[in-house]
């Protein structure tokens, strides 16, 4: 497979920013749930005042805007990538697994970083100060409490790593 300067330096970029996306996604998720009680309710912990859980969401708004920035450049790249070597496909397995993981997964985590905005903007433009308010309970704690949100980011997850362990070991060659 003889790749290009330009395809060479766009795969680079989308390998640093998905890495970024990875990395955030990890540290958004730690910093979620550090709030919640270690049970499968989803309680939010009891000795956590509302200044401690906001400033918790401040760190997580300001984490999201880089992950989703990543995520959004890498399928930028993704997607001009996939026309120009969509001819290698038949011959690199590991190739053609990758963009068909990274495009299964792009409606969950599209819409994870609308839920993302959507905090956002209520946290950084509206300057909401209070956790009981219905923009971060509906943008944030019920999208923890979502069996179905959950469980979805968490297997776009898994896929994500999955498309980066294709990337290293490029499995699949047809030789």
């Not at 395809?7 to 970029?13: F, M």
């Not at 993302?116 to 300057?127: F, G, Q, S």
């Not at 509906?138 to 990337?167: G, M, P, Q």
């Amino acid at each position: 497979m003889n790749l290009s300067y330009l395809q060479k330096t766009l795969i680079s970029i989308a390998l640093i920013c998905f890495v970024f996306f990875l990395g955030g996604t990890v540290i958004r998720s730690a910093i979620a749930f550090d709030l919640f009680l270690p049970n499968a309710n989803f309680e939010l912990k009891h000795e956590f005042t509302n200044e401690m859980r906001m400033q918790s969401m401040y760190v997580y708004a300001i984490t999201a805007f880089y992950t989703d920035f990543g995520y959004g450049i890498t399928f930028l790249i993704m997607t001009s990538l996939l026309f120009s070597l969509k001819r290698y496909f038949k011959q690199e397995g590991w190739l053609f697994m990758i963009f068909v993981l990274f495009f299964l997964t792009a409606p969950i985590n599209a819409f994870t970083i609308y839920y993302d905005y959507k905090l956002n903007e209520a946290i950084m433009y509206n300057h909401l100060t209070d956790f009981k308010v219905w923009d971060v309970q509906h943008w944030f704690v019920e999208r923890y409490k979502d069996l179905s949100i959950n469980s979805a980011s968490t297997i776009s997850f898994f896929a994500s790593i999955t498309c980066l362990v294709f990337l290293i070991w490029q499995p699949l060659k047809k030789h």
